[in-house]
């Protein structure tokens, strides 16, 4: 794997104000990588910054061999802003094909990277129309097609699922796990449910300063194995750990158990017999996954 950004020592101050404190971190080419935090906790100016929109105030960001907002990077990070919209006037294909020749295409290369990356994006359907035809989801598709042209080696997108309904939702994250063999997308997001189905990387900023950088799939999710129930079972945490294949169980969130298997005790060989538990006292569960979530691992 090579590396693809690295920062150390970040720090920005709008004024007075310390948006970002010491932060320090690398991503390599591959998986998608997470960016999350809070409100306020400095997301938005990192993408910035990592964006060349704002130079930041101290510290060092390398992208790809290249100081932050190089022109040597044109056309290899690309970005997509949280309130990014489409221009009703025109058409997607005269809007796409507009944002390549900004990237200095030719009017026919431009022409064919509409179209390239529409169908990458599944909405070749969509060249012709003006985006008041589109559905949200589909104007998000076409937002993404934007920051694909010319292919880009980083993504970045802002909140990219953020408004949109469960089902458009989960096109968006399919469409970044199909296109994350060529292309390694930084997401920002709140939603830790949305961001553990498609990052193993994880960023976690609060108050400006990264608390974790973590890959998830990793050994620490071994061993553990996360119930979520219907409804709240009083008795299920006395039932489970009687199991000799569990050593403890904790309720981190409502409905919501973490089962820590006892040592050597596989998923596989644990998560039949947790079922059977349930269904014996009629007990309605949602599901059973292997590891903690995001969430848990993040707040424990
Ligand atoms: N232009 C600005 N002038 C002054 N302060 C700013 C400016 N932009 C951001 N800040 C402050 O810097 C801190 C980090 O803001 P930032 O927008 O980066 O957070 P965020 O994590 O993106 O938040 P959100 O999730 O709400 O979008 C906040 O305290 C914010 O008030």
Redesign the pocket.
């Given at each position: 794997m090579s590396q693809l950004i690295t920062v150390s020592g970040l720090n920005?101050f709008?004024?007075a104000?310390?948006?970002?404190k010491e932060v320090s971190f690398e991503i390599q080419a591959g998986q998608p990588v997470a960016l999350v935090?809070?409100?306020?906790?400095?997301?938005?100016?990192?993408?910035?910054i990592l964006c060349g929109y704002l130079q930041a105030s101290s510290g060092h960001v390398e992208i790809l061999g290249h100081q932050a907002g190089s022109a040597a990077l044109f056309g290899q990070l690309a970005a997509l802003p949280?309130d990014a919209v489409l221009d009703p006037r025109f058409s997607i294909a005269h809007q796409l094909t507009f944002y390549g020749r900004l990237q200095g295409l030719s009017a026919k290369q431009s022409k064919d990277e509409a179209l390239r990356t529409l169908e990458l994006v599944g909405l070749s359907e969509a060249l012709n129309e003006k985006p008041a035809a589109l559905s949200h989801g589909m104007r998000k598709r076409v937002s993404i097609a934007q920051t694909l042209i010319g292919s880009p080696k980083i993504v970045m997108l802002?909140?990219a699922t953020a408004g949109l309904d469960p089902l458009h939702a989960r096109e968006i994250r399919q469409l970044v796990a199909d296109l994350s063999q060529d292309i390694t997308f930084i997401l920002?997001s709140?939603d830790l449910t949305e961001l553990e189905r498609l990052c193993q990387q994880v960023l976690y900023?609060e108050?400006?300063q990264m608390h974790q950088h973590q890959t998830l799939a990793s050994d620490a999710t071994q061993g553990f194995l996360t119930l979520s129930m219907s409804q709240k079972q009083p008795e299920l945490i006395t039932h489970l750990e009687a199991m000799a294949e569990v050593s403890s169980v904790t309720m981190p969130q409502d409905r919501e158990y973490l089962i820590s298997l006892a040592p050597n005790v596989l998923c596989h060989e644990a998560d039949i017999k947790i079922l059977q538990v349930c269904h014996q006292n009629q007990w309605r569960y949602r599901s059973l996954v292997n590891g903690k979530t995001l969430e848990n691992q993040l707040f424990e």
């Open positions: 920005h709008f004024g104000k310390q948006a970002l935090g809070p409100n306020g906790a400095g997301k938005t100016t990192l993408f910035s949280q802002d909140e920002s709140h900023l108050l400006g």
